[in-house]
């Protein structure tokens, strides 16, 4: 209760950081946030919340007082940046770094449905960073895969809504990022988008296919084996398709 209140005023406070303009506190927002909701990279997995310092109905609290002003400072920011993508250490990514943390951080089901579009709109706003290499688009493209990766398995309409948008950063990251976590997150996400969407799918059966190939000759054995399951899965349902 107390740790709660605490935590939500504390929070609050480092919004006004972000309400003004070039204030230093603005970089190390998202670092608060992510001491409080450690970031835990489990491919979307039903047990996301359980390394959050804080308990799922304080997270809940939260989404509904404090997630609402992060969007705002976020979609200002992002009309006003060339191709929607904010400089590092700017309000508007620190906002978007906070409010996926958030998001990542709330059980999937509350994600999922009580905060539908505003995990839409962070994941495809995340997805954007995944060709920027800063420290910060990393871990902001991490988490945003993580979300993509819950939202697929649970059958959001918004996903084959805006495929376009979703499928086509995940083929140019998924063998070239330089973090090999990033890599394997585009992997999930693109086996998971091929095992529930797999007619939507076929728009981009070209760029897929090339993708993989590529990544199944990744220096990280991981990754490699990722990609071979993801090819695996790709061929399976064409294979189910044309039967």
């Known amino acids: 209760g107390g740790f709660t209140e605490a935590a939500d005023k504390f929070l ?15 970089p190390f927002v998202p670092v608060a946030f992510q001491v409080m909701m450690p970031p835990s990279f489990d491919g979307g997995s039903e047990s996301a919340a359980s390394t959050a310092k804080l308990p799922p109905l304080a997270l809940q ?26 400089p590092a250490g700017s309000a508007g990514m620190a906002a978007l770094e906070s409010a996926v943390t958030l998001l990542a951080a709330l059980p999937a089901e509350v994600s999922c449905s009580d905060c539908e579009e505003e995990m839409r709109w962070c994941t495809l706003t995340a997805l954007r960073y995944l060709g920027e290499e800063s420290a910060e688009s990393r871990v902001l493209a991490a988490q ?38 990033v890599r394997l997150g585009c992997l999930q996400a693109l086996k998971s988008l091929t095992e529930q969407s797999q007619g939507h799918m076929l728009t981009f059966k070209r760029q897929i296919e090339q993708a993989l190939r590529k990544a199944v000759e990744d220096r990280k054995r991981e990754v490699r084996l990722l990609a071979v399951a993801c090819l695996n899965s790709w061929h399976c349902g064409m294979t189910a398709d044309r039967v």
């Open 12 to 26: 609050k406070a480092l919004l006004g950081a972000l309400e003004e303009k070039d204030a230093p506190l603005t």
């Open 61 to 86: 609290q939260l989404s509904r007082t404090v997630l609402p002003s992060l969007l705002s400072v976020a979609k200002s920011a992002a009309a006003a940046a060339p191709a929607g993508v904010c």
């Open 144 to 181: 945003a895969l993580q979300l993509l990766v819950r939202a697929t398995k649970r059958g959001s309409a918004w996903v084959e809504d805006d495929l376009n948008a979703v499928v086509q950063p995940l083929v140019l990251a998924c063998s070239s990022h330089s973090v090999p976590l």
